[in-house]
């Protein structure tokens, strides 16, 4: 035969079992807060090389102090990126927005991300440290220097542009030569450059 509780054992049963539910809740709450102060700090640490990292392969948009770019990732370092802009082409309604019109012939963009004010990436994933490359962007630029490739440098918040080759690379400055008589060419400092567009 079952025992029925009384109505007071009843009220107290039912408000040990509201107390229960609420210390569940609580605890669960706290549990989420924690979580999210662990995600909140993982991402406080995630810097724009790894957020770029991230989209490698994929079209971004940057938009510089005085230049565009919008092309597919192709490496990413701790101050530059290199975009292919020619896989960039042809793709506007899709990705990350309208084409950005380019310079004709243009394949590789490096851009400095000093100069970088805005960009828009396709996701929100990033790399890891391990994604971003340790060479920096004077190893980058000697290398292009060696292949003699037409470049065409963007360079200061004026957008001042010069076209030529790559004659020298210091650690601080680049010196593009341009081909005029009696001219040793244009020297800027690596800080004021913008992009850098390796043509043909």
């Known amino acids: 035969m079952s025992e029925t509780l009384p109505p007071d054992d009843d009220r107290f049963s039912r408000l040990f079992a509201d107390l229960d539910a609420a210390a569940r809740a609580e605890s669960a709450h706290e549990r989420a807060g924690e979580f999210g102060d662990r995600v909140h700090e993982e991402l406080a640490e995630v810097t724009l090389p790894r957020r770029i990292a991230g989209a490698l392969g994929e079209r971004v948009r940057f938009r510089l102090v005085s230049d565009e770019v919008e092309g597919a990732v192709r490496a990413v370092g701790e101050n530059w990126c290199l975009v292919d802009a020619a896989a960039g082409r042809g793709d ?28 828009v990436l396709p996701s929100v994933r990033h790399a890891p440290a391990s994604a971003v490359s340790r060479r920096s962007l004077g190893s980058v630029l000697r290398e292009w220097a060696t292949s003699r490739h037409v470049v065409r440098v963007v360079y200061g918040l004026s957008g001042s542009a010069v076209k030529g080759v790559l004659a020298h690379v210091s650690r601080d400055h680049v010196q593009i030569g341009r081909g005029v008589a009696g001219s040793a060419g244009l020297v800027v400092p690596l800080r004021a450059l913008v992009t850098v567009r390796r043509l043909g």
């Open 92 to 119: 506007a309604g899709r990705g990350v927005g309208p084409e950005v019109p380019g310079v004709e012939g243009e394949v590789l963009v490096l851009v400095v991300l000093d100069a970088v004010e805005s960009l």
